[in-house]
């Protein structure tokens, strides 16, 4: 039997999404939070990756047991099966830490695959201007004039291109580096200046470089021009990689079928 989980988190104290030997991450929080209440190993497959301290209001994992999780759980007649895990989700978020929540564990045909299947990702990057205690942690403290219209700018050239090799960090699995963006845009949201940007899939570091790199246009540093030979010359050194992590949000992962 297969089963999806859907799950929020802040990844601020985390290393990451995925399990990694000898650091906190989302992974092994929510194996161990199904582990102690499940009684069973677990062993999560991620939708997304997020690197170290990213996060995310809409993530998934999956994983496969022999073991039906619902078994005398819940008996009422005319109950689906979703209704069911609600029970077990309840428990599951008082075990895990506060900054990680799962909403939903859902049975999938055994063939489902959270990463395969998901056919879009969404993200947004969040920054501010003016102190904000309650935006720290959660957006980008960026105290500078920025040209509005040269970011905007700067995100319509990424509509023009699929190679993104320049935005990709070194050291990754991929072997290829085409991406088809299906939005990307800058608007402003409550008191936040947000870059938005949905694709197919989304290379290591890829929305930190492009946020970097056009703030370096929203600021004049370099040109339009220079940005798009930035795309062009398929070279992450030419990129800048160096907005936190506070302020990138998963929003959202992309299914055909639910």
């Known amino acids: 039997m297969r089963y999806f989980i859907e799950t929020s988190y802040k990844g601020t104290a985390y290393s990451g999404f995925q399990a990694q030997k000898n650091a ?39 994983f496969d047991t022999d073991h039906p999780l619902i078994n005398d759980v819940d008996e009422r007649e005319n109950k689906t099966e979703d209704f069911q895990l609600e029970k077990p989700v309840y428990h599951l978020n008082a075990i895990l830490p506060r900054d990680i929540v799962i909403k939903k564990i859902f049975r999938v045909s055994e063939n489902a695959h959270c990463r395969f299947d998901a056919v879009s990702r969404e993200y947004k990057y969040f920054i501010y201007k003016n102190k904000n ?4 942690g959660r957006a980008y403290y960026f105290p500078y004039q920025i040209d509005l219209e040269k970011l905007k700018k700067c995100a319509e050239v990424i509509y023009l291109n699929k190679d993104f090799t320049s935005f990709s960090k070194k050291n990754t699995q991929v072997k290829f580096f085409i991406c088809s963006i299906k939005k990307s845009e800058w608007i402003l949201e409550n008191d936040t200046l947000v870059y938005h940007v949905e694709a197919n899939r989304f290379l ?3 929305v930190k470089g492009l946020v970097g790199t056009m703030l370096k246009v929203g600021r004049g540093i370099i040109s339009l021009q220079e940005f798009g030979k930035i795309i062009e010359s398929r070279n992450c050194s030419n990129a800048d990689f160096s907005v936190p992590p506070d302020g990138l949000f998963l929003v959202k992962v992309g299914f055909d079928n639910f």
């Open 24 to 62: 906190n991450t989302i992974q092994a929080e929510i194996e161990k939070g199904l582990s102690i209440y499940f009684k069973q190993p677990f062993h999560l497959t991620g939708s997304s990756r997020t690197d170290a301290g990213v996060h995310a209001l809409q993530n998934f994992f999956h």
């Open 133 to 136: 205690p309650f935006l720290e």
């Open 204 to 206: 290591r570091g890829m």
